[in-house]
């Protein structure tokens, strides 16, 4: 099964910046494709449900931003180091959630568009702690 590791959660200063990392490993799959999964991050606040924030196709072509982080966040991909990244810029306390990064296998949504991807997910990180506050 594949594995993924976020990092780069921490405590920061609203208005400050933080860059998050998932980091895949095909485990024991010798035929796993990073370049085949688009990559999702998400989050969850205390008495909050779980929100998309972002979404990458497996190319890096199309990405898609939740509204509340738009021109605040960006989403990329390095399919050679198998990683995706969240660079969090402008934090608001309201940002202060776990966040999480998933997988979704693209060649099986039946269309690719901006406004399905990341919507059936199928492995996910363990979660890193993002604290926003003076």
């Known amino acids: 099964q594949l594995r993924l590791v976020e990092s780069g959660g921490g405590l920061v200063q609203p208005g400050g910046s933080l860059r998050l990392s998932c980091a895949v490993s095909k485990g024991r799959l010798d035929d796993y494709d990073f370049d085949k999964y688009n990559v999702g991050w998400f989050r969850e606040a205390p008495g909050k449900e779980r929100e998309r924030v972002s979404c990458v196709s497996n190319s890096g072509r199309l990405t898609n931003y939740v509204n509340s982080v738009k021109g605040r966040f960006t989403i990329s991909r390095d399919n050679a180091k198998s990683t995706s990244y969240l660079q969090m810029n402008d934090l608001k306390p309201e940002d202060t959630a776990v966040y999480y990064c998933?997988?979704?296998?693209?060649?099986?949504?039946?269309?690719?568009?901006?406004?399905?991807?990341?919507?059936?997910?199928?492995?996910w990180g363990q979660g890193t702690l993002v604290n926003v506050s003076t």
């Open positions: 998933a997988l979704e296998f693209a060649p099986a949504k039946p269309s690719a568009t901006v406004q399905n991807m990341c919507t059936d997910l199928d492995t």
